[in-house]
């Protein structure tokens, strides 16, 4: 026996592998099931014998009649189209061998190896063999060449029949028995090529029998494919051989190998199409995003712009509050998604180029620019809001201090003034003795001086009332009416002064004068006791500062007003020694008294009482301007700290712009290194996040402490957030430059030196170091790279690089435009080419013909937008694929 496992050096290649695996597989299977066995004997005859009658000759038997090797070396020259040696003519076992073995030798040339088949095995009628052997000239000839998708062999026979089969119902093609059971896989087959062949409609699942005798009668008529099976032989086994069904379907594949060309240039629309589909995903994806974005600052804008006046302090801090959540919650994301919308823009941008599709031109409003003065609307509303709050916050600060003011004096006032009115309205010297109307002519003095002492309160609390005014206090109505009442009830006072001070002055005449020292007594010491109210008034005024320097002025007032209480304890004891020089003279002379000064209702013990009562206060105020002391101490320690946090984010900030510019012009090395480098620099700005974060706690310290200055920085939060979202946003904008660059250089086939070289002339004649030129500096870039431009075309280059007409010239769009002149991509005549094969070279093609040849959402997709075709022998149905083909690509591909 002649053994042919190195029959051929070329063997060792994957394809040869691949028929051991299948062969090893035939001889399990045949152990396994007999019944395969004759199967495989109808297949392989009646494929044999399509092939042998193109010889004028077939086979009975196929174990018995390629005993002799004649036949089998006839069917090899047929299904080649080669000669084989001559064969021997003899009768003798020799001679069948020889002849045998030239055919597997022939074979063998092929690249097969075959294994454990030998001449003497052929020549005994071997069934398994011979089997075995056929099946290898079907693997070699007949399947090994079918190649669909860079997939071949028995995988591309299965996903051509997935292909051909995906539209039908009930058919799902899995593999090559018990999926084609049913009949039905074979009758898509052929009603997916020759739909005038089959009904489809009419076969049933449950009917199999049917279904196949009806698919083998049709190809064995109509297609040339002779019937190698019986539908009872499928039917009528648990699982039907895998061999006999890929010889079976491989007759369906070249049958039909014409269509290729068809499915071809289906696959050319497909990519085409999906092309399209994704950028028109990526277009809505960015309308929604900028209109939601949009949508989310129109809504916004209103609010901050806001003035809607707080009656208190409180409400005007929730406010604050509320602006500060908007400021750290609500806004960051929003930048973030203003960020992606600028990084989608671009990258959609720059797949339309390399797919030599139109530029993408956002609905009216949803440009990037149109974004970005929308963004830039919000922030001067965001200023102008958290400056308002700041401002209302002062003001309502004042205005409590004032309304607190007001009410404090206008008590202070109000008890001063009760009973007054009934005193001056007594005629209690009707009936007094001279000395006693004497007595009450210089009380009512005192009184007068009293009246005048509260004159400047009086105006005090007026002046009070209308500064409330202007500043729109929220309860002015309250206090105009108490305002009121008090100058109403000070004018009564005043008429009412002046009548009994004329009735005592005409009563005067006939009295005599009143004791001296009582008088003297009561003139002293009303100023005193006005002066001991202003001084406790003084020291229970509230005050307010916001720096050292005002605490500082205050308790250097206080120190002052210390200074003089030597000075006014020595008038008040001159006072009390004149009380006591009374007495001493009334027990000197033995005057009765009656106890009370007639000319003043103020009493030593009142003096004293309130004496001590002020000399309590100073300490109080002593210890109340220092706490404010201490406190404005703690602000300027917290300025200090912001100040120097402040100085060193943004030296930060500023370094690290300056070193994105100058990485973004210098960049080294291949476009994924600097992509690397990038990020990883990208996500070293990301860690300085914390220190953004620390200068945001101490900034919200000092809001809550109201600190509205700092001497010690030029820096507020406003310009650094800013400044810290910019530098986001420009490293975010260079890496996006870069994965640009790499689609361009993908899609281009741009190698990269040509990336380095592009980047050096242009870093050449970018003087400025900016990442972008003006026209001039370009047109010498272009013809240092030898290019000859006259103006018009000059022109037309600056149309393409500056659509916008902006005067500069970036790096990326220097690459768009090198990348377009030195590569090609599908154009609208190669896809109206293909629409013209799918069409069998009509000028126009219809819905069933589209979802024949295209997948079902392609296919639909085309018949939404193609127009109806109206030209020369239109037909109901027709739609127009040229001017759909010409949609694509703009009106600059007609």
């Known amino acids: 026996m002649v053994d042919y496992h190195a029959a051929n050096n070329q063997s060792s290649t994957g394809g040869v592998q691949t028929y051991m695996e299948q062969e090893n597989d035939w001889d399990r299977d045949m152990l396994l099931d007999p019944a395969w066995e004759r199967q495989q004997r109808k297949t392989f005859t009646a494929w044999c014998n399509s092939h042998l009658r193109k010889s004028g000759t077939q086979i009975e038997n196929i174990e018995e009649d390629f005993r002799d090797g004649l036949k089998l070396m006839l069917l090899l020259e047929v299904i080649a189209g080669e000669r084989l040696p001559k064969p021997e003519r003899g009768k003798m076992r020799v001679h069948k061998i020889n002849n045998v073995n030239k055919a597997l030798d022939f074979i063998a040339s092929k690249g097969v190896k075959l294994v454990s088949i030998g001449a003497e095995e052929i020549v005994d009628g071997n069934a398994k063999m011979t089997l075995g052997m056929i099946w290898t000239i079907i693997l070699r000839f007949a399947i090994q060449d079918i190649s669909v998708e860079e997939t071949s062999a028995k995988e591309g026979l299965l996903l051509w029949c997935q292909r051909k089969t995906a539209p039908y119902k009930n058919v799902n093609v899995q ?12 009758n898509a087959l052929i009603h997916r090529h020759r739909p005038d062949l089959i009904d489809y409609d009419s076969l049933r699942k449950d009917d199999p029998v049917t279904n196949l005798n009806n698919a083998f009668e049709v190809a064995e008529k109509h297609l040339d494919i002779p019937k190698m099976l019986d539908a009872e032989d499928i039917v009528g086994t648990l699982r039907p051989d895998e061999k006999a069904i890929m010889t079976y379907v491989s007759c369906f594949y070249h049958a039909f190998s014409g269509a290729q060309k068809a499915e071809t240039a289906a696959n050319r629309i497909c990519k085409v199409l999906a092309v399209n589909q994704e950028n028109e995903q990526m277009m809505e994806d960015y309308e929604k995003l900028a209109s939601e974005l949009l949508e989310w600052i129109r809504r916004t804008i209103p609010w901050l712009e806001n003035r809607t006046q707080e009656k208190t302090v409180n409400d005007m801090q929730a406010k604050q509050e509320d602006f500060r959540d908007y400021r750290c919650v609500h806004k960051p994301p929003k930048v973030q998604e203003k960020c992606q919308l600028e990084i989608s823009f671009n990258t959609l ?13 956002p609905s009216e409003g949803r440009m990037v620019s149109d974004i970005n003065g929308a963004w830039h609307t919000l922030e001067g509303a965001e200023k102008g809001y958290e400056e308002w709050i700041l401002s209302e916050i002062r003001r309502l600060e004042r205005l409590e201090h004032l309304a607190e003011k007001f009410h404090q004096k206008a008590a202070i006032h109000e008890s001063w003034t009760d009973g007054k009115e009934a005193m001056l309205t007594q005629k209690d010297y009707e009936t007094s003795t001279l000395s006693e109307v004497k007595a009450l002519l210089r009380k009512h003095e005192a009184f007068e001086s009293d009246l005048a002492a509260h004159q400047d309160r009086v105006e005090q609390i007026a002046a009070i009332a209308q500064e409330l005014n202007e500043l729109d206090y929220y309860d002015s109505a309250s206090v105009n009416a108490r305002c009121q009442k008090i100058c109403d009830q000070w004018d009564v006072l005043g008429t009412l002064t002046q009548n009994r001070k004329e009735s005592l002055e005409r009563t005067e005449k006939q009295l005599e004068s009143i004791d001296e020292l009582y ?51 020595k008038e008040r004891e001159a006072i009390q020694a004149i009380q006591a020089e009374v007495q001493k003279i009334a027990q000197s002379n033995g005057i009765k008294l009656s106890g009370a000064n007639p000319y003043t209702t103020i009493t030593p013990a009142s ?31 917290l300025r200090a700290k912001f100040a120097t946090q402040a100085n060193t984010v943004g030296a930060y900030i500023q370094a690290k712009m300056e070193e994105i510019g100058r990485i973004s012009i210098e960049m080294n090395g291949t476009l994924e290194d600097q992509l690397t480098h990038l990020k990883d620099y990208q996500k070293t700005i990301m860690s300085y996040m914390p220190e953004i974060n620390t200068l945001e706690g101490y900034h919200q310290l000092i809001q809550e402490a109201l600190i509205f ?40 086939g741009i190698s990269q030196e040509q990336l380095y070289e592009y980047r050096a002339s242009f870093n050449h004649f970018d003087k400025k170091r900016s990442g972008q030129m003006v026209s001039e500096d370009f047109r010498a870039l272009l013809i240092s790279t030898g290019n000859s431009l006259g103006d018009s075309e000059f022109a037309r280059i600056m149309g393409i690089v500056d659509p916008n007409g902006s005067g500069a010239v970036t790096f990326q769009a220097f690459i768009d435009f090198m990348s377009r002149e030195t590569t090609d991509t599908d154009t609208a005549d190669q896809v109206i080419a293909s629409f013209k094969i799918l069409a069998a070279d009509k000028p126009f093609i219809t819905a069933e013909e589209l979802r024949r040849e295209l997948p079902p959402d392609q296919a639909e997709y085309c018949i939404a937008r193609m127009a109806p075709y109206t030209g020369p022998n239109a037909i109901p149905g027709a739609l127009d694929y040229m001017s759909f083909s010409t949609a694509l690509y703009g009106e600059s591909d007609l």
């Open 175 to 186: 593999n090559f028995h018990i999926s084609w059971k049913d009949g039905l896989a074979f």
């Open 349 to 361: 941008q720059t797949k339309l180029r390399l797919s030599n599709r139109p530029a993408f031109m």
């Open 519 to 569: 008088l003297e007594y009561a003139k002293r010491a009303a100023p005193f006791n006005n002066w001991m109210e202003g001084a406790m008034e003084d020291l229970q005024d509230m005050f307010i500062v916001h720096n050292i320097e005002e605490i500082q002025g205050l308790i250097t007032a206080h120190e002052q007003f210390k200074s003089t209480l030597a000075e006014a304890n």
């Open 607 to 637: 003096i004293d009482s309130k004496w001590k009562k002020a000399m309590d206060m100073v300490p109080l105020r002593d210890n109340a301007l220092q706490d404010e002391l201490n406190k404005q101490n703690s602000n300027d320690t």
């Open 709 to 748: 200055d700092n001497q010690y920085t030029s820096y507020t939060m406003e310009h650094l957030r800013v400044g810290w979202e910019q530098l986001l946003t420009t490293i975010a904008r260079t890496i996006n430059e870069v994965e640009n660059q790499i689609l361009t250089r993908d899609a281009k």
